[in-house]
């Protein structure tokens, strides 16, 4: 099925299970224990051994030598591979680091050998004996001085729009000011894991990764295999959040040590490794120009930003919301990379939009503040319905004037705390805050494939993954809906790469995608059905279960007596969507209390104001965005990943050291949904909402500790050491 123009009035505009609260059709396996999770997958194959991985004690260098005979007569030791033992394997294009082979050392961490014993505690032993001899080399590590070396360099700019230089130096009111992100962790519940085994010359991993087709190609590229013989299989995940999107190093140990071992093998990342070993948010450094008129409009806005990424690598581009998200005539946007030798930056949930209004949305405050205006009349007196860059080319939807107020008028907005450390209760100083939120709505080619059943179930299949978001529940939702049926009358089937090739999970394209596909592939299923009734597809009728069309109405059950009728087909978006800036918006508000004594900071109650187009799942998308202002709460107050720039190492690798939020944490969170379709987006006029749910909030965060305390922090995380010294006398 081709997408090429937007969605007339169709079947979901009077939806019966489409955009309704619909518990998790996977719930029951999840709070019982019994979804099937990569590293507990005793049943999928016999005889299971268990790999132990040993990372690289320096962060750039060669390896020398490496003693195993220690290690390889060790107790129940079956197999022991080493980086030496082969050349650097070949590297697929979405991996910048290289994941095993040779004697280079890119990063600390880098996995370097691979133990493979009876037992998990026998293999981690033995990986201990393992002996190294490194030739360390010296390294970049330290964003601060790349900063120096390019913070006036534009002569690359990312985007350029009418005498920036001019219109600022004119503006009637100035804002200048940097602000800094640490990098982050994604801290998934759910390490890396993987079992995989051989046989014949064919590799079958049971993983937990984002995107199926992405990792089957890059293990047929890793280890120079037919992509046929490979066979990828995920059905559950345990968090993902883009560190798994794409193949790392749990995988290529595993099949490794099972191609060595000549029996499956079984690994998982330990924590500690997993921050330096995998993939991280960069660190940025931003600086933030607003020039406006004394009623507000912005004449001039420009962002500039860095990040680390190691050699070959993107970053964090932090700018890219700045480029849409408010008016201005005249811009400039620049984007620095700063090659470094840690550990891989590469995606996170909402990368670039996350760390960039970290920035921007605490420069609009500022610039609010500056002018004396309420930051939502600020943020609403600058929205743009047409691309700042481009005013021929319109949003397709875009309510975010209406977040604003539905946002504002639900928190009591107009109740705030307006003076900066002007409101107290007891020992506690209470503030408000609120950020405006800008995510892309992208979507991709995305397959299934529907079978009808004799007894009148419908299976859908298809390689999509459910990183805990609710995809199980949204594709049967749509099936359910476009063929007449019961949702408990459907089966999903997720996460395999037998199946048709989906759009996979990650960077808010998911849903859309995911369930366009799974429309397709049920209208071929309608257009089959018909064939057999010798009626017109668009003739027929699908409810309850039956089929009415030429004159009669029979069970859908009866139409597939005589065997299973299988459908597969895909959803392909045309270049029309490009025509528009298709977005979501949506407006964070947040009061904070922080003690007037010690400068501890408390959330006492966040709500959002979402606009995403058509919400398929009313209960799922809820929890994708309180789970986004979670992470958001974290990148806030306490989440910063500590590097070593003596030894290029992040030095807080465990969730002892790298602290994100707990229960006690987190108050009451309330969200908001517009009531929205976008029929640019896809034939469900429907839009991601996850990472939305993360965009914004920490600098909400931050502008209600500045409202109750008057201390401005630009260095997250905002941490009590940075606010104590300027809170106002007890």
């Given at each position: 099925m081709d997408f090429n123009q937007p969605a007339g009035q169709n079947l979901f505009d009077n939806a019966k299970v489409v955009g309704k609260p619909t518990t998790r059709v996977d719930g029951p396996l999840k709070v019982t224990g019994t979804a099937p999770y990569a590293y507990e997958r005793h049943d999928v194959v016999d005889d299971q051994l268990v790999g132990y991985p040993l990372g690289a004690g320096i962060a750039k260098g060669r390896i020398l030598s490496m003693d195993t005979a220690h290690a390889e007569q060790a107790p129940g030791v079956v197999a022991v591979v080493t980086t030496l033992d082969m050349d650097a394997l070949p590297k697929d294009d979405t991996n910048i680091a290289n994941l095993f082979g040779g004697d280079q050392v890119e990063h600390y961490h880098q996995a370097i050998a691979v133990v493979v014993a009876r037992t998990f505690e026998q293999a981690r032993a033995a990986a201990a004996m393992i002996r190294v001899e490194y030739d360390a080399a010296e390294g970049d590590y330290d964003l601060e001085a790349a900063w120096e070396k390019v913070r006036e360099d534009r002569s690359d700019p990312s985007s350029s729009i009418g005498d920036f230089d001019a219109a600022f130096s004119a503006a009637e009111v100035r804002l200048d000011a940097t602000y800094r992100t640490p990098g982050q962790s994604h801290t998934m519940m759910e390490p890396h894991a993987t079992i995989a085994a051989w046989q014949e010359g064919r590799l079958t991993v049971w993983t937990s990764n984002q995107m199926i087709n992405w990792n089957r190609q890059a293990l047929a590229t890793t280890f120079d295999l037919d992509p046929e013989d490979v066979r990828v299989d995920s059905p559950y995940i345990g968090g993902g959040f883009g560190v798994k999107l794409f193949l790392r190093a749990d995988a290529v140990l595993a099949a490794l040590g099972a191609r060595k071992a000549g029996r499956p093998v079984k690994l998982t990342l330990p924590r500690e490794m997993i921050m330096n070993n995998t993939t991280h948010r960069a660190a940025t450094i931003q600086r933030i120009r607003i020039g406006a008129a004394r009623d507000g409009r912005i004449?001039?806005?420009?962002?500039?930003?860095?990040?680390?990424?190691?050699?070959?690598?993107?970053?964090?581009?932090?700018?890219?919301?700045?480029?849409?998200?408010?008016?201005?005539?005249?811009?400039?946007?620049?984007?620095?990379?700063?090659?470094?030798?840690?550990?891989?930056?590469?995606?996170?949930?909402?990368?670039?939009?996350?760390?960039?209004?970290?920035?921007?949305?605490?420069?609009?405050?500022?610039?609010?503040?500056?002018?004396?205006?309420?930051?939502?009349?600020?943020?609403?007196?600058?929205?743009?319905?047409?691309?700042?860059?481009?005013?021929?080319?319109?949003?397709?939807?875009?309510?975010?004037?209406?977040?604003?107020?539905?946002?504002?008028?639900?928190?009591?907005?107009?109740?705030?705390?307006?003076?900066?450390?002007?409101?107290?209760?007891?020992?506690?100083?209470?503030?408000?805050?609120?950020?405006?939120?800008?995510?892309?709505?992208?979507?991709?080619?995305?397959?299934?494939?529907?079978?009808?059943?004799?007894?009148?179930?419908?299976?859908?299949?298809?390689?999509?993954?459910?990183?805990?978001?609710?995809?199980?529940?949204i594709i049967a939702q749509t099936a359910a809906e476009t063929m007449g049926l019961p949702i408990d009358a459907i089966e999903v089937r997720l996460g395999d790469s037998d199946f048709p090739v989906s759009s996979g999970s990650g960077g808010q394209w998911g849903a859309a995608s995911s369930t366009g596909g799974t429309y397709a592939a049920c209208i071929a299923l309608r257009a089959k059905i018909a064939e057999r009734l010798q009626a017109g597809a668009e003739d027929l009728t699908f409810a309850d279960g039956m089929v009415a069309g030429n004159g009669e109405t029979r069970p859908l059950a009866e139409i597939a007596g005589e065997g299973e009728i299988v459908a597969e087909d895909s959803i392909a978006f045309g270049d029309f969507r490009s025509e528009n800036v298709v977005s979501t918006f949506a407006a964070h508000f947040v009061e904070v209390a922080v003690h007037a004594g010690t400068g501890e900071t408390r959330i006492r109650r966040m709500l959002a104001a979402c606009d995403a187009g058509r919400i398929l799942n009313p209960i799922s998308a809820r929890s994708q965005v309180i789970g986004g202002m979670v992470m958001g709460a974290g990148a806030a107050l306490s989440e910063a990943i500590a590097v070593d720039r003596a030894r290029g190492y992040f030095a807080n690798h465990d969730m002892a050291g790298y602290e994100v939020p707990v229960h006690a944490d987190i108050p009451h969170q309330d969200v908001i949904f517009l009531d929205t379709v976008d029929a640019v987006s896809s034939p469900l006029k429907a839009k991601g909402v996850g990472e939305l749910g993360l965009c914004g909030v920490a600098a909400a965060i931050a502008n209600a500790v500045y409202n109750a305390t008057g201390v401005r922090v630009r260095d997250y995380p905002v941490t009590l050491d940075k606010i104590i010294g300027g809170l106002p006398a007890i």
């Open positions: 004449t001039a806005i420009a962002h500039e930003a860095i990040s680390n990424t190691l050699p070959g690598g993107s970053g964090e581009n932090a700018t890219d919301q700045t480029r849409h998200f408010y008016a201005g005539d005249n811009r400039l946007i620049v984007s620095h990379l700063a090659e470094m030798h840690l550990p891989e930056s590469n995606a996170m949930r909402a990368p670039g939009e996350a760390a960039g209004l970290m920035a921007l949305e605490i420069a609009m405050d500022e610039m609010a503040e500056k002018l004396a205006m309420d930051p939502v009349e600020f943020r609403a007196v600058n929205d743009t319905q047409t691309d700042p860059e481009d005013p021929d080319r319109p949003f397709s939807e875009r309510h975010f004037v209406e977040c604003l107020r539905q946002g504002a008028d639900a928190f009591g907005w107009a109740d705030r705390n307006t003076m900066p450390g002007g409101r107290r209760e007891g020992f506690w100083l209470i503030g408000h805050g609120m950020a405006g939120a800008y995510r892309g709505g992208p979507a991709t080619t995305s397959g299934a494939r529907v079978r009808l059943q004799p007894d009148g179930r419908l299976i859908v299949e298809t390689d999509m993954t459910d990183i805990g978001t609710g995809s199980y529940t």
